[in-house]
C-alpha cells in the first residue's frame, strides 16, 4: 500500500491533537549556554547517547572524580556511571560569554534523601554547538 502525503500529513495531525508526537524535528540547540543546558537536562533523563552527543571527538571533561578525553570515553561515563547513580543535576545561574560558559549547579543522588545537594562551579568551551572542554570544580 502505498502511502500518500495525505495520509502522512493527517497522521501528522492526529498525533499533534492528541499529544502524542511532534512531526517536526525537535531544534538542536548550539548557542554555548543552551548546550551546557540540553547536556544536564540529557543526564537527568537518563539519556547519555544524546548528552553525549553535544561533546566534540577530542572533548575533555574534567572533574574531581574522573577526566574523560574524547566523545566515547564521555559517553561511557554518563552513561555507566552517571545515569545509573540517577544523578540529579540543576543548573542554578550560567552565563555566556562568545564560546565561554560559566555557572553554578548542584548535583545529587535523587535516592540519597539525607544529603543536600552539592553546589559546583561549571567552566565550559563551546564552539559550532559542540562543548570541546568542560570542568566541574568545588563551588568556594
Known sequence: M???L????????AA????VASCA????????????????EAINQGHGETAASFFAPDAQWIT?????????KILSWIRDGWIPLKTRLE??????SGDNVTGVFT????????????????SAVVQNG???????????
Open 107 to 122: 548535583v545529587q543522588n535523587v535516592s540519597d534523601e539525607f544529603h543536600s545537594p552539592t553546589p559546583l562551579a561549571l
Open 64 to 72: 574531581a572524580i574522573g577526566q574523560p578525553s574524547g566523545s566515547q
Open 6 to 13: 495525505r495520509f502522512l500529513l493527517s497522521m501528522c495531525a
Open 25 to 40: 524535528p525537535k531544534a538542536v540547540p548550539t548557542d554555548p549556554a543552551s548546550v551546557v543546558r540540553a547536556v544536564f
Open 130 to 140: 559542540k562543548i570541546t572542554s568542560m570542568t566541574w570544580t568545588t563551588k568556594k
Open 2 to 4: 502505498k502511502l500518500t
Open 91 to 96: 543548573i542554578k545561574e550560567i552565563q555566556a
Open 16 to 19: 499533534l491533537l492528541l499529544g
